[in-house]
């Protein structure tokens, strides 16, 4: 060890709205503070769906740490919200309304490029006063350790550089996260994944379209048959010019049943419900995705390790319980903890401290309980259980079940808008698909109108995606390329499918000494780094170096 | 730290931008100017050890008042604190040497002394790459040439270098040079930033070089203002500023004649190939008599 290293009081890894948040509030409590994004711009790296919140009850919000952000940063304020429950041609809608407003000051529709970027600048200004700054382009490749202790980082792009805390706020594929020991991916039924589509729209027609008033925005979650029994739904909500519709499943069933996301998205896509506001001229602005975790089962109760704080994504903290989809704001509230603790710790003389510290104001202010409901872990998790599921499956889809639903009727409205209720949900196809396409049979109605989107063929999706492509430095390498262990990734992944060559994985047969083996070729290429690999295949998965690999426009 | 970059203005000869005759010749009036793209590795050189040693980087050219604008590009996309124009029409149509000439004087009128100065390796338009060594030459500096990487110890005064030496095959030389030195850069330059707080500098300057730039080009797009005022980082001296005489200047100092002019032959990979079947006797003679010049090593 040397003491050439830099220094800085505080590095903060990931320039999203979680390390926005930290790193504002150590640049406002005078902390000396480092910002390491490794995009080439800030929410180049970055998907969301997008709604970002502020919840009554946080302790922090966004616009409580960039006052301006509304007005400058966010497309639509989100006043109206449905869900649609969908069979067919036959569709029953609910209204979100009061699920929506519970605890929520307000929602606005985001893309992140614009997002992440605008907070950028405002970090930057904030952190420059420390001394510190924010620099774009730097991969953050692992943890700097000094007598097996973690004391800084280690980066692609720079020397090596100390810090009294690292916040790792870089997202859920957090590498930080991993080599700390504090999150794995072995487990599909951990994470779901999101797959989105920005949709151009004409000067005006969302206003039409969705009857909304300027600045206005709607938004749309969509349930039942139309994703081939896959446990997850979709969304759409209305940004300035464009739309964000997208779908979001639990990888376990992605990755089980072979579905190709791309598929399942285009299944929304071209669905009669969505034909009048998507119209007849349909361009697709982008194609992303991303691996988002279920908090629920992730959310890390001790989410740090010495002086290493995770906060977002990369500490598990996406709260997604039925129609309750809200991430973003978690990370805001745990950035600006993370943060805070560090300085309280400081205060005290003891910087040390500072993990032990932010664990105790997540639990105090309520932040892990949104996270890992009480509710979910004794009845939801019972709920999940295969007996009981089949049971309640099959009682759902029975004769008996189906005038169950009728019988309640519009009373299940309520019980969709019930925060308690949504918080103890079962991860079982009967919230996504069982019931949502009962009541859509027994109480809705078939929607009028045609369809004419044609979605993009995968290898334009990938065309139209930009790239700095890194040659001779796959950031992915197959550790066993036997379709056992890595073959899921061909269709699981949301750049690949099968007998589609153009795609990151691909299979084929080869034959050696006169046998012939299945295996999976990789090419990280096209890749969209959303880390669905790195968890259903065999892989040793890195992010690419900075600046490079893809990047969004919309995000 | 001074450093002084050289640059020149040259054709722009990307597609779209540069327009030829009928007879293949480069037509300059429907050619936009653009700073010479090789000088740009020079300047982010100089950028370097600003970034790392600080001080105050000048970019100079010789050339006709429109250059101002190709100064403001190498201040926009690259840094510059101040610019320096040496222009009148005693120096027009000079050469690599009455180039190197004023060049130097120019470099000699500045209130400092420069600790570095750097030119890219030869223009885009002339191809020559006499002009940075020959300035070289007049300044008595040493000279390190195909710079690809540099580090400058300012307390010990030298500047250290790795240059691309081609060879067989490429091959790398470090050399130290004591200061003042001047500096060709390779267009295989790469500045490196290892050190946050060399980023963060890096991010600073590039910002303040892009509101310089813009507000030189508000200068440039007012006359009015610019009959009134200067704009205090850009300096314009004449022939009689640089206390130059004319005879050893401009195309009369020039001692380069220029004979003719032939065209580029393209590369092989541009040429269209033209079978010749070695039964056909008089194609082949044909072929023969074309090729007999190259034989003959003219």
């Given at each position: 060890m040397t003491d050439d290293y830099e220094h800085y009081e505080a590095v903060v890894v990931g320039a999203?709205?979680?390390?926005?948040?930290?790193?504002?509030?150590?640049a406002r409590n005078d902390v000396e503070t480092l910002v390491l994004e490794r995009g080439t711009d800030a929410g180049a790296k970055n998907v969301s769906g997008g709604l970002i919140y502020a919840e009554e009850s946080a302790p922090y919000t966004i616009d409580d740490l960039f006052p301006d952000f509304r007005e400058a940063a966010t497309d639509r304020a989100v006043t109206e919200h449905y869900i649609h429950n969908v069979s067919g041609r036959?569709?029953?809608t609910f209204d979100?309304?009061?699920?929506?407003?519970?605890?929520?000051?307000?929602?606005?529709?985001?893309?992140?490029?614009?997002?992440?970027?605008?907070?950028?600048?405002?970090?930057?200004?904030?952190?420059?006063e420390t001394g510190g700054g924010l620099l774009t382009d730097v991969r953050v490749s692992g943890l700097l350790r000094e007598g097996g202790r973690i004391v800084g980082v280690t980066c692609d792009e720079l020397d090596a550089i100390r810090a009294d805390v690292v916040v790792a706020a870089d997202g859920v594929n957090s590498e930080l996260a991993r080599d700390a020991g504090l999150m794995d991916w072995e487990e599909p039924e951990e994470w779901f994944q999101g797959v989105k589509a920005v949709v151009d729209m004409p000067e005006g027609a969302i206003e039409k379209r969705f009857n909304v008033d300027e600045g206005e925005g709607v938004a749309h979650l969509f349930s039942g048959d139309l994703f081939e029994g896959a446990r997850g739904g979709g969304f759409l909500y209305t940004n300035d010019d464009s739309l964000s519709i997208g779908t979001v499943f639990h990888l376990d069933s992605i990755a089980e049943e072979r579905h190709e996301p791309q598929e399942l998205l285009d299944n929304l896509l071209t669905h009669p419900l969505l034909a009048d506001w998507i119209g007849d001229d349909y361009e697709e602005l982008e194609y992303s995705a991303k691996l988002v975790p279920d908090s629920k089962k992730v959310a890390h109760p001790s989410p740090h390790r010495d002086r290493l704080l995770l906060v977002g994504d990369a500490a598990g903290q996406m709260q997604a319980q039925g129609p309750i989809i809200k991430g973003m704001n978690h990370a805001v509230t745990a950035g600006a903890l993370a943060a805070e603790a560090f300085v309280d710790a400081r205060s005290r003389g003891d910087t040390a401290e500072a993990g032990e510290r932010y664990e105790a104001k997540l639990e105090n202010e309520g932040v892990m309980d949104k996270l890992r409901p009480t509710r979910y872990r004794t009845l939801g998790r019972l709920g999940e259980a295969e007996p009981i599921a089949s049971v309640t499956d099959a009682v759902v889809d029975s004769p008996v079940g189906r005038a169950a639903v009728g019988l309640l009727g519009d009373s299940l409205e309520r019980l969709y808008n019930?925060?308690?209720?949504?918080?103890?949900?079962?991860?079982?196809?009967?919230?996504y698909v069982t019931l949502p396409t009962a009541i859509a049979e027994e109480l809705g109605a078939p929607v009028a109108g045609e369809s004419t989107v044609e979605t993009p063929e995968l290898d334009d999706?990938?065309?139209?995606l930009t790239y700095d492509i890194d040659e001779g430095n796959p950031h992915i390498e197959l550790r066993d390329n036997s379709f056992a262990a890595s073959g899921t990734a061909v269709t699981?992944?949301?750049?690949?499918?099968?007998?589609?060559?153009?795609?990151?994985?691909?299979?084929e047969y080869v034959a050696t000494n006169g046998t012939e083996k299945r295996v999976v070729s990789l090419d990280t290429q096209p890749c969209v780094e959303c880390g669905t690999c790195a968890v259903v295949a065999d892989t040793d998965w890195t992010h690419p170096r900075g600046g490079k690999g893809v990047e969004y426009k919309q995000g | 730290m001074r450093s002084v970059v050289l640059t020149k203005g040259v054709p722009d000869f990307r597609e779209g931008q540069v327009s030829f005759d009928e007879d293949g010749h480069l037509e300059r009036g429907k050619t936009p100017t653009v700073m010479n793209p090789n000088d740009k590795y020079a300047l982010r050189a100089a950028l370097q050890t600003k970034v790392r040693q600080g001080g105050t980087v000048s970019l100079m050219s010789m050339g006709p008042p429109g250059y101002m604008e190709v100064l403001q590009e190498g201040m926009r996309d690259v840094y510059a604190d101040d610019l320096y124009l040496l222009s009148d029409r005693e120096m027009g149509a000079a050469d690599t040497w009455a180039t190197a000439m004023t060049a130097a004087t120019g470099i000699d009128k500045l209130d400092e002394r420069p600790d570095l100065v750097f030119a890219g390796f030869k223009t885009a338009d002339g191809e020559t790459g006499h002009t940075g060594p020959q300035t070289e030459w007049c300044l008595d500096m040493p000279l390190i040439t195909h710079v690809i990487s540099l580090e400058v110890d300012p307390d010990e005064e030298h500047v250290r270098a790795k240059r691309l030496v081609e060879a067989e095959a490429d091959e790398i030389e470090t050399v130290k040079a004591p200061l003042p030195a001047f500096i060709v850069t390779d267009p295989e330059f790469e500045a490196s930033y290892h050190r946050a707080e060399h980023r963060l500098e890096h991010k600073d300057l590039r910002e303040t070089t892009r509101k310089r730039a813009d507000e030189f080009g508000e200068y440039l797009a007012d006359d009015s203002e610019k009959e009134a005022t200067e704009w205090d980082r850009f300096t314009m001296w004449n022939h009689a500023d640089l206390n130059l005489d004319p005879d050893f200047i401009g195309l009369d100092g020039s001692p380069t004649i220029v004979a003719g002019v032939d065209p580029i032959p393209k590369a092989p990979s541009e040429r269209e190939a033209t079978?010749?079947?070695?039964?056909?006797?008089?194609?082949?003679?044909?072929?023969?008599?074309e090729l007999a010049p190259y034989a003959a090593g003219d």
């Amino acid at each position: 060890m040397t003491d050439d290293y830099e220094h800085y009081e505080a590095v903060v890894v990931g320039a999203g709205p979680g390390g926005a948040a930290a790193a504002a509030t150590l640049a406002r409590n005078d902390v000396e503070t480092l910002v390491l994004e490794r995009g080439t711009d800030a929410g180049a790296k970055n998907v969301s769906g997008g709604l970002i919140y502020a919840e009554e009850s946080a302790p922090y919000t966004i616009d409580d740490l960039f006052p301006d952000f509304r007005e400058a940063a966010t497309d639509r304020a989100v006043t109206e919200h449905y869900i649609h429950n969908v069979s067919g041609r036959n569709v029953k809608t609910f209204d979100l309304h009061d699920l929506h407003h519970h605890d929520t000051e307000w929602a606005d529709s985001v893309l992140r490029r614009k997002m992440d970027s605008w907070l950028a600048d405002r970090v930057h200004e904030m952190t420059r006063e420390t001394g510190g700054g924010l620099l774009t382009d730097v991969r953050v490749s692992g943890l700097l350790r000094e007598g097996g202790r973690i004391v800084g980082v280690t980066c692609d792009e720079l020397d090596a550089i100390r810090a009294d805390v690292v916040v790792a706020a870089d997202g859920v594929n957090s590498e930080l996260a991993r080599d700390a020991g504090l999150m794995d991916w072995e487990e599909p039924e951990e994470w779901f994944q999101g797959v989105k589509a920005v949709v151009d729209m004409p000067e005006g027609a969302i206003e039409k379209r969705f009857n909304v008033d300027e600045g206005e925005g709607v938004a749309h979650l969509f349930s039942g048959d139309l994703f081939e029994g896959a446990r997850g739904g979709g969304f759409l909500y209305t940004n300035d010019d464009s739309l964000s519709i997208g779908t979001v499943f639990h990888l376990d069933s992605i990755a089980e049943e072979r579905h190709e996301p791309q598929e399942l998205l285009d299944n929304l896509l071209t669905h009669p419900l969505l034909a009048d506001w998507i119209g007849d001229d349909y361009e697709e602005l982008e194609y992303s995705a991303k691996l988002v975790p279920d908090s629920k089962k992730v959310a890390h109760p001790s989410p740090h390790r010495d002086r290493l704080l995770l906060v977002g994504d990369a500490a598990g903290q996406m709260q997604a319980q039925g129609p309750i989809i809200k991430g973003m704001n978690h990370a805001v509230t745990a950035g600006a903890l993370a943060a805070e603790a560090f300085v309280d710790a400081r205060s005290r003389g003891d910087t040390a401290e500072a993990g032990e510290r932010y664990e105790a104001k997540l639990e105090n202010e309520g932040v892990m309980d949104k996270l890992r409901p009480t509710r979910y872990r004794t009845l939801g998790r019972l709920g999940e259980a295969e007996p009981i599921a089949s049971v309640t499956d099959a009682v759902v889809d029975s004769p008996v079940g189906r005038a169950a639903v009728g019988l309640l009727g519009d009373s299940l409205e309520r019980l969709y808008n019930s925060p308690f209720l949504v918080g103890m949900l079962p991860d079982t196809k009967l919230g996504y698909v069982t019931l949502p396409t009962a009541i859509a049979e027994e109480l809705g109605a078939p929607v009028a109108g045609e369809s004419t989107v044609e979605t993009p063929e995968l290898d334009d999706r990938i065309g139209d995606l930009t790239y700095d492509i890194d040659e001779g430095n796959p950031h992915i390498e197959l550790r066993d390329n036997s379709f056992a262990a890595s073959g899921t990734a061909v269709t699981a992944c949301p750049v690949s499918a099968k007998d589609f060559g153009g795609g990151c994985y691909r299979d084929e047969y080869v034959a050696t000494n006169g046998t012939e083996k299945r295996v999976v070729s990789l090419d990280t290429q096209p890749c969209v780094e959303c880390g669905t690999c790195a968890v259903v295949a065999d892989t040793d998965w890195t992010h690419p170096r900075g600046g490079k690999g893809v990047e969004y426009k919309q995000g | 730290m001074r450093s002084v970059v050289l640059t020149k203005g040259v054709p722009d000869f990307r597609e779209g931008q540069v327009s030829f005759d009928e007879d293949g010749h480069l037509e300059r009036g429907k050619t936009p100017t653009v700073m010479n793209p090789n000088d740009k590795y020079a300047l982010r050189a100089a950028l370097q050890t600003k970034v790392r040693q600080g001080g105050t980087v000048s970019l100079m050219s010789m050339g006709p008042p429109g250059y101002m604008e190709v100064l403001q590009e190498g201040m926009r996309d690259v840094y510059a604190d101040d610019l320096y124009l040496l222009s009148d029409r005693e120096m027009g149509a000079a050469d690599t040497w009455a180039t190197a000439m004023t060049a130097a004087t120019g470099i000699d009128k500045l209130d400092e002394r420069p600790d570095l100065v750097f030119a890219g390796f030869k223009t885009a338009d002339g191809e020559t790459g006499h002009t940075g060594p020959q300035t070289e030459w007049c300044l008595d500096m040493p000279l390190i040439t195909h710079v690809i990487s540099l580090e400058v110890d300012p307390d010990e005064e030298h500047v250290r270098a790795k240059r691309l030496v081609e060879a067989e095959a490429d091959e790398i030389e470090t050399v130290k040079a004591p200061l003042p030195a001047f500096i060709v850069t390779d267009p295989e330059f790469e500045a490196s930033y290892h050190r946050a707080e060399h980023r963060l500098e890096h991010k600073d300057l590039r910002e303040t070089t892009r509101k310089r730039a813009d507000e030189f080009g508000e200068y440039l797009a007012d006359d009015s203002e610019k009959e009134a005022t200067e704009w205090d980082r850009f300096t314009m001296w004449n022939h009689a500023d640089l206390n130059l005489d004319p005879d050893f200047i401009g195309l009369d100092g020039s001692p380069t004649i220029v004979a003719g002019v032939d065209p580029i032959p393209k590369a092989p990979s541009e040429r269209e190939a033209t079978p010749v079947d070695p039964e056909d006797e008089a194609d082949m003679e044909g072929l023969i008599d074309e090729l007999a010049p190259y034989a003959a090593g003219d």
